[in-house]
């Protein structure tokens, strides 16, 4: 089920924190503050889906509570004070339409 937790592809430092973390939290913050996780949404071959049900590895770098804005080339995901429910079909709904059954099926025990 999509949730928007999410990991990141950059270097780990100090006591195993992301510099993303930081970077996540204090847009938060901030007045008027917004974070954003923008991505495409398939791999360059389209033949997966950036956004999943579950990650692969259980590996989270940017825990769903600090993701607020998702963006791919389908759209716009907001996602703060959202339900998990209400997250999962936000993240579906600018998924690739290809992945778009298959995520639904993984969070039917969600919604």
Known sequence: MPTASAFTEWPVIA???SPGIAVFRAAN????GRS?????STNREHTRSRIVAKLADGVVTTPR???D???????IAELR???????ARAL??????????ELERASEPLV
């Open 81 to 87: 004070g959202r339900t998990l429910a209400e997250r």
């Open 36 to 40: 954003i996780i923008a991505l495409q």
């Open 15 to 17: 006591r195993w924190l």
């Open 69 to 75: 804005l998702v963006v791919t080339e389908h759209g």
């Open 92 to 101: 579906i709904a600018i998924a690739d339409p290809g992945f778009r059954a």
């Open 65 to 67: 509570a600090e993701a």
């Open 29 to 32: 913050r901030a007045a008027e």
